[in-house]
């Protein structure tokens, strides 16, 4: 069936390092993918998006780009902040079919960054 | 703008008893989801309506259900509560099938 898999957390970094989360996916159809980010008692808040193989979703620092050949979208920043702690999560929706509308999400993965 | 509302923001309830959380969706949006989180999970759906009607469902029991208002906006219910429904519920709006834009969020707590 449908599924993301997320890379396990958490994810523990100083400021400015580099970050890299990773997502692979398992999709019946032609999947649009999403990165959503949880800041704490929050709700979830779109962070990028790509609809087709080979876009690549920007946004705040952050990229991921659509690749279809290994099912992946994995997030991206040059230099965290402290700003960014928060859980990530890595989704898809499928158009057409059964599934349209419908986000299937990761599990999540815990991003801490430290001053 | 307003974004999405939820309320309440936090409920506590007994095993057995009955739930109605609310939802009003972002202005213009006329597709309303249902997600459940439980702890240190991703969002799991529920159900989402659109024209007052359910339009898909997810794997969820019958105690499950909800309601689109004319206004577009929606109540999830459920019934016989268990401990295993504690969660973070969260509604999402969308106008049709695009991009869904996520409330707060209702803290359920079953004791």
């Known amino acids: 069936g449908d599924s993301v898999t997320q890379m396990e957390g958490p994810v523990t970094l100083s400021e400015e390092a580099f970050l890299t989360i990773n997502c692979t996916y398992t999709?019946?159809?032609?999947?649009?993918l999403f990165w959503y980010v949880q800041y704490p008692g929050e709700g979830l808040q779109l962070l990028l998006k790509?609809?087709?193989?080979?876009d690549k979703g920007s946004n705040k620092g952050f990229e991921a780009t659509y690749r279809k050949e290994t099912t992946s979208f994995h997030l991206e920043k040059g230099s965290v902040q402290v700003s960014d702690s928060a859980v990530y999560f890595c989704?898809?929706?499928?158009?057409?079919?059964?599934?349209?509308?419908?986000?299937?999400f990761g599990q999540g993965t815990i991003l801490t960054v430290h001053p | 703008d307003a974004g999405v509302t939820q309320s309440p923001t936090h409920l506590i309830k007994t095993r057995g008893q009955q739930v109605t959380l609310r939802c009003s969706p972002k202005?213009?949006?006329?597709?309303v989801s249902w997600y459940q989180q439980a702890l240190g999970q991703g969002p799991q759906f529920i159900f989402q309506?659109?024209?007052?009607?359910?339009?898909q469902r997810g794997n969820f029991p019958d105690r499950f259900s909800g309601h689109q208002f004319p206004n577009y906006s929606s109540e999830l219910n459920v019934n016989a509560l268990l401990l295993g429904d504690s969660a973070l519920y969260l509604c999402?709006?969308?106008?049709?099938?695009?991009?869904?834009?996520f409330g707060p969020g209702t803290r359920l707590t079953v004791l």
């Open positions: 999402a709006s969308s106008f049709t099938y695009f991009e869904q834009f």
């Open positions: 999709a019946t159809g032609y999947p649009s």
């Open positions: 790509a609809t087709k193989a080979d």
């Open positions: 989704a898809f929706t499928i158009a057409g079919g059964t599934s349209y509308g419908k986000l299937t």
């Open positions: 202005s213009g949006h006329d597709t």
């Open positions: 309506y659109y024209e007052e009607e359910e339009r």
